[in-house]
């Protein structure tokens, strides 16, 4: 590629890009085709960032929105303090998500694995989202200041885009410690691919602005 903003990855090349501060007013197609569309080429593969999808479905709120219950206030002690469920509103969200009798059964029985040795179950009992939901610790305005939720549907939303755009697409979720989770990801996509491209985070984790990625191999 001859852009300079391209960067060489792995075996790969790889274009971080810009777009307008996005909102739930904005439909993912139009931006990726907007952004994105005129670099498409055969064999690329374009990933979004799961909060800025997120973000455009409209699956975010402020803390002043959420009254915290005696449930969420009690168990948002006992997670990581960098934890997103360590706080009352967080915990919260992810009570109103999946119910609390759910969120209770997997504090309950994710302690009692724990106990002897098995890690994790928490988080795998109690649903995607506990893993998903950002608490206010983002870095864009105004989205800093609210707690975000994982996104909808992402399988669904990247076999359209993938459709409609005519590459892979997938839904990422990236950070500065070189992990890359491929939480969704249109058929055929090369996820290792994606795991080497991405590791150096290109999208970046602060105010960057760079929710969308083209991997080309």
């Known amino acids: 590629p001859d852009s300079p903003r391209w960067r060489q990855g792995d075996r790969c090349s790889v274009l971080p890009i810009r777009t307008h501060l996005l909102g739930s007013l904005d439909d993912p197609a139009e931006v990726l085709r907007h952004y994105a569309g005129a670099v498409l080429q055969p064999g690329d593969v374009l990933t979004i960032g799961e909060t800025p999808l997120a973000v455009m479905q409209g699956r975010y709120n402020h803390p002043a929105n959420l009254e915290p219950s005696s449930l969420a206030r009690l168990l948002c002690r006992v997670f990581h303090p960098t934890s997103s469920l360590a706080t009352a509103c967080g915990l919260q969200t992810l009570i109103d998500t999946v119910g609390p009798a759910r969120v209770l059964c997997a504090w309950l029985l994710g302690t009692g694995l724990k106990l002897v040795g098995s890690k994790g179950w928490f988080y795998r009992l109690a649903g995607e ?15 800093d200041q609210t707690i975000v939720l994982g996104p909808r549907d992402s399988q669904q939303v990247c076999r359209q885009l993938a459709a409609e755009l005519g590459v892979a697409v997938a839904v990422v979720d990236v950070n ?26 290109p999208a970046g984790n602060a105010n960057e602005r760079t929710p969308l990625v083209l991997v080309r191999p």
């Open 129 to 143: 989202q506990a893993r998903l939901i950002d608490d206010v610790t983002g870095t864009t305005p105004p989205y």
């Open 176 to 201: 500065d410690l070189g992990r890359v989770k491929v939480l969704a990801s249109s058929p055929g996509c090369d996820e290792a691919l994606l795991e080497r491209a991405l590791r150096p985070n």
